[in-house]
């Protein structure tokens, strides 16, 4: 069954009528929850292709043509998109390659609890230094008003 809610969700990727979407009559007579998957985040024969953040970077997320979409029970989607480790050994989530061993889980870890973004007191003092000269200044200007111009949906800035 899909809700008020839901059909929100869907209306904001199909860019055209929601009912030629495929398995869209049997998600609103059936009781059981359905999502909507893109058909372009795997390949044909199943492997990763584009991720969410890819597809919306290349703005191939939103407004999709109803052929691109189509809606799954709640548990296979998630099948789909969170494979479990005996399907695909050596993979997370997202679909990319980690590895397993003992100084890749290292690497790894320190990578996700930020340990390699602590700066020595060298490069603090070389960016205070940058940050208070005029190019520095103007750098942090320009990358202010791109954020900016890029949240309003702006091209040209």
Same mark, same amino acid.
């Given at each position: 069954?899909?809700?008020?809610?839901?059909?929100? #969700?869907?209306?904001? =990727?199909?860019?055209?009528?929601?009912?030629?979407? /495929?398995?869209? +009559?049997?998600?609103?007579?059936?009781? %059981?929850?359905?999502?909507?998957?893109?058909?372009?985040?795997?390949?044909?024969?199943?492997?990763?292709?584009?991720?969410?953040?890819?597809?919306?970077?290349?703005?191939?997320?939103? #407004?999709?043509?109803? =052929?691109?979409?189509?809606?799954?029970?709640?548990? /296979?989607?998630? +099948?789909?998109?969170?494979?479990?480790? %005996?399907?695909?050994?050596?993979?997370?989530?997202?679909?990319?390659?980690?590895?397993?061993?003992?100084?890749?889980?290292?690497?790894?870890?320190?990578?996700?609890?930020?340990?390699?973004?602590?700066?020595?007191?060298?490069?603090?003092?070389?960016?205070?230094?940058?940050?208070?000269?005029?190019?520095?200044?103007?750098?942090?200007?320009?990358?202010?008003?791109?954020?900016?111009?890029?949240?309003?949906?702006?091209?040209?800035?």
């Amino acid at each position: 069954m899909l809700t008020k809610r839901q059909l929100l #969700h869907i209306k904001s =990727y199909c860019r055209d009528d929601i009912t030629k979407i /495929e398995n869209y +009559d049997k998600a609103i007579a059936d009781n %059981e929850t359905w999502e909507c998957h893109h058909r372009l985040e795997l390949t044909i024969d199943g492997q990763f292709a584009h991720t969410e953040d890819s597809l919306d970077r290349l703005n191939m997320y939103y #407004h999709r043509p109803y =052929y691109e979409l189509i809606l799954l029970p709640l548990q /296979e989607h998630h +099948d789909i998109h969170k494979p479990t480790r %005996e399907k695909f050994p050596g993979h997370r989530f997202d679909g990319t390659y980690h590895p397993r061993s003992e100084e890749g889980l290292k690497q790894w870890t320190e990578k996700m609890t930020g340990k390699h973004w602590k700066l020595t007191d060298e490069a603090k003092d070389k960016q205070k230094r940058y940050a208070c000269t005029p190019e520095g200044r103007e750098a942090k200007r320009r990358a202010s008003l791109i954020r900016w111009g890029k949240q309003r949906g702006l091209t040209n800035v």
